[in-house]
């Protein structure tokens, strides 16, 4: 599976929490918002550091 489709698959799983929590006010589901969004906010860090260490490596393909 491609970090985009994870990015995808992981903001789409939140969907129904976010529309119970804004849309219908079950508490409960901003807790399981509030997970997921720690989640993201992981992926997202460690997808940067991916794409850091993917550019350095190709920068130094091209140098040698």
Do not use: W
């Not at 985009?4 to 119970?20: A, G, H, P, T």
């Not at 720690?38 to 794409?51: G, H, I, P, S, W």
């Amino acid at each position: 599976m491609s970090k985009y489709q994870e990015l995808v698959k992981l903001v789409e799983s939140m969907e129904s929490d976010f529309e119970k929590f804004y849309d219908k006010g079950v508490g409960s589901a901003g807790t399981r918002v509030r997970k997921g969004l720690q989640e993201l906010t992981k992926f997202c860090k460690e997808a940067r550091n991916d794409v850091t260490a993917v550019k350095n490596e190709r920068k130094e393909s091209k140098t040698k």
